[in-house]
């Protein structure tokens, strides 16, 4: 496998229990944020986005929490999956389409 | 969803020389995006390159490290110059489609002896 997130905060989770991924961002400013996933040897892939006008947003399996107050978003993955191991970034956009992100978590998910 | 392509895949380096990095994507976009992803490290924005107009360089990044190009709507080329080991990364070639979802191509690692 290739060296993502070998340096990276690590949650190790039991297969079918929830998972909490948390984040926090560094521009008052952003007002889109998204969650990626990144498995080895893959470019990032996009899970759930989320704009400032909300504060949850929920898809299949997953839900995002955003808190403006001290810029913190959270990523909630339900029934964790062993094909959910992978690094999950945070990433945040000022309303252009230039993406900033945040410090990745890789998440192991065991049997 | 779009796709992305990117050339190659994969190379390893001697130090002093340069390696030009393709990309394509399978629709007209008018901004492509290229990051760096150090080992074990998150992405980091080199610039944006617009179809017509030379790239916007990040803080930290200069052009004649990494010279880009954007011949087309559909076409980038990022260019590492005079590589050192510190610029062993995978590099990332990303648009958006329309202006909701940014997509990724799958990297190209660089390594350099």
């Known amino acids: 496998g290739e060296s993502v997130g070998l340096h990276l905060p690590t949650l190790s989770v039991q297969e079918g229990d929830n998972s909490i991924i948390n984040c926090a961002y560094s521009n008052s400013a952003s007002d889109y944020f998204i969650w990626y996933k990144q498995e080895s040897g893959k470019g990032p892939q996009f899970i759930i986005d989320i704009r400032s006008n909300m504060d949850k947003r929920q898809g299949q399996r997953v839900t995002v929490l955003l808190n403006k107050t001290v810029k913190h978003l959270s990523l909630q993955i339900a029934a964790t999956q062993p094909g959910d191991s992978a690094v999950y970034f945070c990433a945040e956009n000022t309303g252009g389409f230039k993406t900033i992100f945040g410090a990745g978590t890789r998440l192991f998910v065991k049997a | 969803s779009a796709v992305i392509s990117q050339k190659p895949s994969r190379d390893i380096c001697q130090r002093g020389t340069s390696l030009t990095i393709q990309c394509q994507v399978d629709s007209q976009v008018t901004m492509m995006f290229w990051y760096r992803q150090q080992p074990g490290q998150s992405l980091t924005l080199i610039a944006t390159a617009n179809q017509g107009s030379e790239a916007t360089y990040e803080s930290g990044f200069v052009i004649d490290k990494f010279p880009i190009s954007r011949p087309n709507l559909t076409f980038s080329t990022l260019t590492v110059s005079n590589m050192s080991p510190e610029d062993s990364s995978i590099y990332l070639c990303?648009?958006?489609?329309?202006?909701?979802?940014?997509?990724f191509g799958p990297g190209t690692r660089l390594t350099v002896l």
């Open positions: 990303s648009s958006w489609r329309g202006t909701d979802t940014q997509y």
